[in-house]
């Protein structure tokens, strides 16, 4: 399995607070079955500054650590980008990481404010010839009020990274709910673990294995955890199915 969301380089922002804690992870990930995973710290301009440059050698010095300790875990370099009018200029100049040394790129909204120009930076985006991949769309308020509003940034090439722990209700019940909507109706491409800590998804894979097998076929998980990210460590395109929409009916809140 391949994990495209992480913050496990250590001490750069409320990700791992240290290299042992990022070790222990990584140990869990790959009892887990895990063999590659990208990291992806936040860029939030003035805030998280994990620009490209900096970032990749924490990231040796991380592998090194890997190595001393036989943990056979493939790191990968990227970042989780917090949406600006920048973007596009970010892109273009090299300031942020896609993901490994792909064309997708990982990105992320508020989570309770709708941005208005969303659609003309997500054109920002594919207009530097990458692929955005949106971070968690279960959790943003908007996304949870019709999950339909998805189907438009399907449409124009926007793929979606859910989380694993939103299965669990991890983020709240209504991201688990509107997950398991997403799931049903063809709006999840990649799953991801988004781990910031020694946590539940790496220590407890097998439960979270058995909830989303109530929801989706065995070939269906591995898609989404192999498959979907291995064309993003190759830099392939990925099959998307289309989209359906889900009746207002199901939209019930509590």
């Known amino acids: 399995m391949i994990d495209i969301h992480t913050h496990l380089l250590n001490n750069v922002d409320d990700g791992s607070r240290g290299v042992i804690e990022s070790l222990t992870s990584f140990k869990l990930a790959e009892k887990a079955g895990f063999t590659d995973i990208i990291l992806t710290p936040h860029y939030i301009d003035g805030y998280y500054d994990n620009d490209y440059e900096s970032t990749k050698p924490k990231i040796q010095e991380l592998k090194s650590k890997l190595y001393d300790n036989n943990i056979l875990i493939n790191l990968h370099q990227g970042n989780e980008i917090y949406i600006s009018e920048k973007i596009g200029e970010w892109i273009e100049n090299g300031v942020v ?48 009020h019709d999950p339909n509003e998805l189907i438009p940034l399907i449409e124009k090439g926007v793929l979606m990274q859910s989380n694993y722990g939103s299965i669990f209700g991890q983020y709240g019940k209504e991201a688990q709910k509107t997950l398991i909507k997403m799931l049903k109706n063809n709006m999840v491409h990649f799953l991801g673990s988004d781990t910031h800590r020694t946590g539940f998804v790496y220590g ?37 199915e289309r989209p359906m929409a889900i009746k207002k009916r199901f939209f019930v809140f509590g």
Do not use: W
């Open 204 to 240: 407890h894979f097998d439960k979270v294995e058995h909830e989303f097998l109530k929801v989706i076929s065995e070939e269906k998980f591995k898609e989404l955890n192999t498959e979907n990210p291995m064309h993003i460590l190759e830099d392939e395109d990925i099959m998307v």
């Open 97 to 144: 990481s896609k993901l490994g040394k792909s064309r997708y790129l990982l990105f992320e909204l508020p989570q309770k404010s709708r941005i208005l120009i969303l659609n003309k930076l997500v054109d920002d985006i594919i207009a530097t010839g990458c692929i955005p991949v949106l971070a968690h769309p279960e959790r943003y308020l908007f996304v949870q």
